[in-house]
């Protein structure tokens, strides 16, 4: 990526594209690969690369891109970067896999033992609301089911483990 800097380290342009340099400079013919980093020509014009070295992270932070910012001891711009921890709900929409819930879910003795029970009315809503994304109707179904007909015992604590991997938001 570059930008266009006529007194550093003062952004002139950013991000700073070909068709710029080409309005900037209407009179001059630049090759299609003329922004490179490679190009030494660019100082001509003041237009700089800018180099790109992100923070280490862990798996529980996030990155934040900012403004690059002028490096004098080397008379280059680099991406400037913050991190901070990723909330709660961050970390859990990254689990989000409706599918893979599914398929442990289905794939779970317990479960399958559970649904063997239910009338295909109510199951057919379940499956509905589910491929609907709709959890606020799966949560108030299953709510309903599990009073008239009795779950497995450590049905719960398996299936809430499959939701939570899963990023699924759902109570069992």
Same mark, same amino acid.
């Given at each position: ?56 992270? !862990? ?57 063997? !029970? ?9 499956? !509905? ?44």
């Amino acid at each position: 990526m570059f930008l266009k800097s006529t007194n550093p380290p003062i952004i002139d342009k950013y991000p700073y594209t070909f068709e710029n340099l080409r309005n900037d400079y209407p009179n001059t013919m630049f090759p299609l690969d003329y922004l490179s980093p490679d190009n030494e020509v660019l100082d001509d014009y003041y237009v700089y690369f800018i180099i790109d070295n992100p923070p280490e992270l !862990t798996a529980t932070q996030l990155i934040i891109s900012k403004l690059p910012i002028y490096n004098s001891d080397l008379n280059r711009f680099e991406f400037n970067y913050e991190t901070r921890e990723k909330t709660d709900d961050e970390l859990f929409a990254e689990r989000y896999n409706p599918v893979q819930f599914m398929k442990d879910l289905l794939a779970n003795d317990l479960f399958n033992q559970w649904a063997d !029970t239910i009338p295909v009315k109510y199951f057919v809503i379940l499956v !509905t609301a589910f491929n609907n994304n709709s959890l606020d109707t799966l949560q108030s179904i299953y709510d309903t089911l599990k009073l008239q007909i009795p779950l497995p015992d450590n049905a719960q604590l398996q299936w809430q483990e499959i939701a939570n991997n899963n990023g699924i938001n759902i109570i069992f």
